[in-house]
């Protein structure tokens, strides 16, 4: 027995995996906390834009003449501002979040496609793939850095405002009565979701990225009475099925973000037919 | 002593129309008044304006002794719909308990739950505790909503239509409930109502609003006149004596 848990986590003696191991956890964790209001809110294509607006904000890095990873600093504070937009437009017009979503994801991928066209012929060339996709076990020292301290930031500050946010998010109009900045907290939710996808987008690319907000938190809300409940299933559920995945990739040779979220996906099936009716 | 409740010409305007327009009356500390008037009359947008949740265009309106909305946990409300998420995971003891501390309980400690308990039983309703509120009946939900009103021992209710939805029966019950409530000497209540019978067994007044406040005063000067048929359930108005019947 021993053995075969040695042997199944042998990978663990290379820098590259713990790296990876890291990183996955703790978007892993950060993402599903911020997925349980997420989800319960209805916004669960939310983080899905965000992601493609990362895609143009990585693009107008690059076109700065910025690395990848460089980039990220300038699609940090993009993408925040896109998810600010989303926020502006739902709350300022009668259309609902899926339209202004949409509107935003759409404009923010074709400008990137655009950025990207836009950057001088002599510049190093831009593996557009990696970042569809991501290359969890590439993470870089620094940015496993910057991936800690941004899911530490979102779990502190979720740990803060999260019953408040938890009251807007049961009734806004109740919440308001009892003192709760609602605005001000929606706000921070859709900036909190685009950290978390941009350093995301670096793991596991733009196209999987949403996955680690949406499915742990929907398949925790299959299972889970209670809103503690809830949290803690979800957070569970991402932090056991990201090792897994990866470890699973690993050891059989296959895509590590694809496997990750597909064991996310298998937990979500598993609980539809375990859900209590 | 102050009033409970004081209007001083107050007009709001939303969208360009004008929903209330210069109205004024007061709530005295202890009594209970029912708002009355034809829909669209605007008596949803004055609870929602003492509330503070719809800004004044002119006028004030003080509640408890401070200006509207900042008397917090003193008032108590019920809103007419329930625009609960109803995805999210409430049970009952959670959205009492939520009122009492001004957020989500992520746990519900030993005070909290007795808090909340204490106020069901205030309604007849402490086998819901642990209830779900997305599996409550109409009347269940109106109980579990006036506990939650209550929990915090307010000096004012706010009460928009409670027994809109429920049944002769329940209705008849929920009146007895709120009976019970004015009972309490200290508890004033701006009861908004279509129900004449509701009116005519707890109101000490009646202000009728239909834009502005065409009348107000005792039940039995304000009630019966022309111009107030459209207000109440046909039925109840035309016989005054006969069981509940249709509320709005």
């Known amino acids: 027995m021993g053995e075969i848990l040695d042997a199944l986590l042998s990978p663990l003696a290379q820098g590259f995996v713990r790296r990876a191991l890291g990183a996955g956890l703790a978007l892993g964790a950060a993402g599903a906390l911020l997925g349980v209001f997420i989800v319960q809110r209805g916004l669960g294509l939310l983080s899905d834009g965000l992601a493609h607006a990362t895609f143009g904000g990585l693009a107008l890095g690059l076109l700065f003449g910025a690395t ?3 980039a990220m600093w300038v699609a940090l504070p993009f993408t925040v501002a896109i998810a600010l937009g989303i926020q502006y437009v739902r709350r300022r017009t009668t259309l609902g ?3 202004a979503t949409g509107v935003f994801f759409a404009v923010s991928f074709a400008a990137g496609i655009l950025f990207l ?3 001088s012929p002599r510049s190093v060339p831009v593996n557009v793939e990696g970042l569809l996709f991501g290359s969890l076990l590439a993470v870089s020292p620094e940015s496993l850095r910057v991936i800690l301290a941004v899911a530490a930031l979102v779990i502190a500050v979720l740990a803060w405002i999260g019953p408040r946010l938890a009251y807007a998010t049961f009734d806004p109009e109740l919440a308001t009565l009892s003192g709760v900045p609602v605005a001000a907290l929606e706000y921070l939710l859709l900036a909190l979701t685009a950290l978390v996808v941009v350093v995301g987008v670096k793991t596991v690319g733009v196209v999987l990225v949403s996955a680690f907000v949406v499915i742990p938190a929907a398949t925790a809300s299959l299972l889970g009475r209670t809103l503690g409940g809830i949290a803690i299933l979800s957070v569970t559920l991402s ?3 990201t090792a897994f995945g990866l470890f699973a990739s690993y050891h059989l040779n296959v895509a590590t973000g694809a496997t990750i979220i597909l064991t996310l996906g298998a937990t979500f099936f598993l609980a539809l037919v375990l859900r209590r009716r | ?7 001083r010409a107050v007009t709001v305007e ?4 004008r929903i209330l327009d210069d109205v004024s009356f007061e709530v005295l500390r202890g009594e209970f008044a029912c708002l009355c008037g034809p829909n669209g009359g605007g008596k949803t947008t004055f609870l929602k304006a003492a509330l503070g949740l719809v800004p004044l265009s002119s ?3 003080e509640v408890l002794g401070a200006r509207s909305g900042a008397s917090g946990r003193a008032v108590g409300y019920l809103p007419q719909a329930k625009a609960f998420n109803p995805t999210f995971p409430a049970r009952v003891v959670d959205v009492i308990v939520a009122n009492r501390r001004g957020a989500w309980p992520v746990r519900v400690g030993s005070a909290d739950r007795e808090a909340a308990r204490a106020a069901l039983a205030r309604v007849g309703g402490e086998r819901l505790l642990d209830a779900l509120l997305r599996g409550l009946s109409g009347g269940e939900m109106q109980r579990v909503y006036l506990a939650r009103a209550l929990v915090n021992d307010p000096a004012l209710l706010l009460l928009d239509e409670p027994t809109a939805g429920v049944d002769a029966r ?3 019950e929920f009146l007895d409930l709120l009976a019970g409530v004015a009972a309490r000497e200290d508890l004033a209540a701006v009861l908004v109502t279509h129900n004449v019978a509701a009116v005519r067994r707890l109101a000490k007044r009646v202000v009728y609003l239909d834009g502005h406040v065409q009348a107000w005063g005792p039940p039995a000067e304000v009630l019966g006149r022309e111009w107030d048929r459209d207000a109440f359930s046909g039925h109840d108005h035309a016989a005054p004596d006969a069981p509940l019947c249709e509320d709005e």
């Open chain 1, 117 to 119: 066209g836009l950057r």
């Open chain 1, 239 to 241: 932090v056991l099925g």
């Open chain 1, 97 to 99: 979040g899926d339209v």
């Open chain 2, 14 to 17: 939303l969208g360009g129309r």
């Open chain 2, 59 to 61: 006028g004030e309106i």
């Open chain 2, 170 to 172: 329940g209705r008849a």
């Open chain 1, 68 to 70: 990848v990873d460089g």
């Open chain 2, 1 to 7: 002593m102050s009033d409970a409740l004081r209007a």
